[in-house]
């Protein structure tokens, strides 16, 4: 299986940038179209740039039909897609089945989300016993992505904000912006952390890789080999180094949810303790910025 690297293609449109500051502008802009961002600018600066001066000519971007009707639900429907859990069924709370079901056909037709399917196994009767009640309406999801980090970030911050940014109170929206940022780029830090591990692994070895959810719980990366390996990781994108508490944990939702590793996998924005540095554990494998820039260079190219 093979994925390409999107961190390695964007880097071309800022070089200059250090490794955590262009896996930022990656969550921000990756996918647009003519990209021109300012070197003399930070971050919120070029948002500006890009997404307030150029509202109009974007907006026609990521406008998906004529029908103007359609469009507003489907606005709806990629909104609640960006600041939710991104279950496909989530949506249905607040829209129609079929409308849904319109939308989404129109969304994968055109590339701009993708599935992930769920590895859970679905819950079956044992014997003549039956489902326990509480566990019978219960359905195993899919998750959605966005095909672009540029399409998240549009219906998660700017769509919503169109009134106050034709009202020129960009300050506001840059200020919910600035709030929201860091889980805005904790996804694109765990999906990127796929794309690393899948690196450091022996090609076609990998029958499948992403993040894991059930009923039991999440856990962001799980990746099954074919010489029945499986992966367990955690991806943190904060200022505090990875101590010892996050492994334990990890370990635990790991055991609940039965997934039986044989390695653990963390990759961190900020570094490791002193604790997980100096520990003699095989079985765990360690990634930061440093691993994320060499990915960025396209020296671990899968």
């Known amino acids: 299986m093979s994925m ?64 103007s009707r359609l469009q507003k639900d489907m ?40 599935e992930e399917i769920s590895r859970e196994k679905p819950i079956k009767r044992q014997g003549k016993r039956k489902i326990k009640k509480e566990l019978r309406r219960y359905r ?21 904000n169109e009134f106050l ?16 940022l860091k889980e805005h780029v904790s996804l694109s830090f765990e999906l990127l952390s796929s794309l690393l591990i899948r690196s450091h692994l022996p090609k076609n070895s990998i029958l499948s890789i992403g993040s894991y959810w059930s009923k039991k719980g999440e856990i962001d990366l799980l990746v099954k080999t074919k010489n029945k390996q499986n992966i367990v990781g955690e991806s943190k994108w904060k200022n505090t180094k990875i101590c010892k508490n996050v492994l334990n944990s990890i370990k635990r939702k790991a055991q609940i949810a039965d997934l039986n590793p044989s390695h653990y996998a963390l990759f961190s924005k900020s570094g490791f303790s002193k604790e997980i540095l100096n520990s003699k554990d095989e079985t765990l494998m360690l990634f930061d910025l440093k691993d994320f820039e060499r990915l960025a260079k396209g020296k671990n190219d899968a």
Not at 92 to 103: D, L, V
Not at 149 to 159: A, D, H, T
């Open 4 to 67: 390409q690297n999107n961190l390695f293609i964007f880097s071309k449109h800022c070089p200059y940038l250090p490794i955590e500051k262009l896996i930022e502008y990656y969550s921000v802009f990756e996918g647009l179209d003519d990209l021109s961002l300012d070197p003399d600018l930070d971050l919120f600066e070029n948002i500006k740039s890009v997404y307030f001066d150029k509202f109009d000519i974007l907006k026609e971007k990521f406008t998906y039909t004529s029908n």
């Open 75 to 114: 606005g709806y429907v990629l909104t609640k897609l960006s600041r939710g859990d991104r279950k496909r069924f989530s949506i249905y709370k607040h829209i129609s089945r079929n409308k849904g079901n319109q939308i989404y056909k129109i969304l994968f037709d055109k590339n701009i989300i993708k």
């Open 140 to 160: 195993v999801e899919n998750k959605i992505h966005f095909t672009t980090q540029s399409c998240r970030f549009w219906f998660n911050f700017i769509s919503p």
């Open 165 to 180: 940014i034709r009202s020129r109170k960009y300050d506001k929206v840059l200020g919910e912006i600035r709030l929201h």
